[in-house]
T-cell receptor, first 115, second 116 residues
Framework: AQSVAQPEDQVNVAEGNPLTVKCTYS??????LFWYVQYPNRGLQFLLK??????LVKGSYGFEAEFNKSQTSFHLKKPSALVSDSALYFC?????????????FGQGTTLQVKP | NAGVTQTPKFQVLKTGQSMTLQCAQD?????MSWYRQDPGMGLRLIHY???????DQGEVPNGYNVSRSTTEDFPLRLLSAAPSQTSVYFC???????????????FGEGSRLTVL
């Protein structure tokens, strides 16, 4: 069975500082990993994904994530945070060996960027 | 191109009532799914479908029913609403499976359901 853990309910950073939102996963087959962002009262928006290839994945709005197979992690990063990055962030995993497309989400991490 | 459209956006039900949340997508996606979002619980998968006529259960299927008669539509039915089903519901679609093509979910704007 697939599972995702986001160990921090909330991450606080100052504007201009680097940010990291942590994610670890468990899947029996090949991991396909995703990050989504949710702004208040909106649906989720896709940020980036790892399917195969380079372990460092670049996505929307300057975000990037690093896939680490040995640590089963896929942490989201940004070199310089903006106040507008404040939102709820979700990590998700799909078993790439399966044909179902089923995507399982973590519980979410609230990112608060202060001016 | 409207993407994923959910209706209604808001609904209040009494315990025991039934209703259907509608979901339609115009991207010809094979895969469609329903999630519920509750504070501190993240998004939990209710049911999903890999194509017309094929559905399967997710993590929290009890109390919900789905069908997929067309590629475009994937309605979620609550047969006898309970207060525990008070939540925000999201429909999402994607190209099926993984590989290097597609795979990411496109979400609707959500349906906020309150069961009294």
């Amino acid at each position: 069975a697939q599972s995702v853990a986001q160990p921090e309910d909330q991450v606080n950073v100052a504007e201009g500082n680097p940010l990291t939102v942590k994610c670890t996963y468990s899947v029996s087959g090949n991991p396909y990993l995703f990050w989504y962002v949710q702004y208040p009262n909106r649906g989720l928006q896709f940020l980036l994904k790892y399917i195969t290839g380079d372990n460092l994945v670049k996505g929307s709005y300057g975000f990037e994530a690093e896939f680490n197979k040995s640590q089963t992690s896929f942490h989201l990063k940004k070199p310089s945070a903006l106040v507008s990055d404040s939102a709820l962030y979700f990590c998700a995993v799909r078993d790439g060996s399966s044909n179902t497309g089923k995507l399982i989400f973590g519980q979410g991490t609230t990112l608060q960027v202060k001016p | 191109n409207a993407g994923v459209t959910q209706t209604p956006k808001f609904q209040v039900l009494k315990t025991g009532q039934s209703m259907t949340l509608q979901c339609a997508q115009d991207m010809n996606h094979e895969y469609m799914s329903w999630y519920r979002q509750d504070p501190g619980m993240g998004l939990r998968l209710i049911h999903y479908s890999v194509g017309a006529g094929i559905t399967d259960q997710g993590e929290v299927p009890n109390g919900y029913n789905v069908s997929r008669s067309t590629t475009e539509d994937f309605p979620l039915r609550l047969l006898s609403a309970a207060p525990s089903q008070t939540s925000v519901y999201f429909c999402a679609s994607s190209y099926r499976g993984g590989g290097g093509v597609g795979g990411e979910l496109f979400f609707g704007e959500g349906s906020r359901l309150t069961v009294l």
